[in-house]
């Protein structure tokens, strides 16, 4: 299985992607948790904001995104560079926003070659800290990227008003 960064022709198969992983993500957390439905409603026209927002990363110096791929896209990667907070002194934080392999390719290791690449890309750009987000019910993920050396950091909570 090969992996490059993505260009602007590999955007239609990103979106593709991007829609299997969060009809099945979405779906699963909300069982999992029944409150996460209102907070994981996409508006009517969600698949084109994404299209605009990886077009958009895709041509911004501090984004980074890979596809992997043989015969078809087996999977993507969406990392990019965030300002912190300014009272901090960690001014950089490269935060990883998508990553999803087709089911079929999972096991593989092409995760864990999406965030080494991610991770050597952000040292080169003179990032040292990097994040990741998941729902808590997501356990699988949960262990992956505690194996990766993520520690849990922050939790965010949220209610109904």
């Known amino acids: 299985m090969k992996i490059k960064q993505a260009s602007l022709k590999d955007i239609e198969s990103i979106l593709g992607l991007w829609i299997e992983f969060h009809e099945a993500h979405h779906e699963d957390m909300i069982k999992k948790e029944k409150k996460n439905a209102p907070h994981l409603k996409k508006k009517p026209d969600a698949a084109e904001r994404f299209r605009e927002f990886i077009q958009k990363k895709l041509l911004e110096d501090d984004a980074y995104i890979q596809i992997a791929y043989e015969k078809e896209i087996a999977g993507y990667s969406i990392c ?41 890309w952000m040292k080169k750009k003179g990032v040292r800290y990097a994040s990741i987000k998941l729902y808590p019910k997501n356990k699988k993920a949960h262990e992956i990227y505690k194996h990766w050396g993520f520690f849990d950091f922050h939790l965010e909570m949220r209610k109904v008003l």
Not at 81 to 101: A, H, R, V
Not at 114 to 120: G, I, S, T, W, Y
């Open 80 to 120: 990019f560079i965030e300002n912190n907070t300014p009272i901090y002194e960690i001014e950089k934080i490269g935060y990883f926003s998508d990553l999803y392999i087709k089911e079929r390719f999972r096991g593989a290791g092409l995760a864990s070659r999406f965030k080494d690449n991610a991770e050597k």
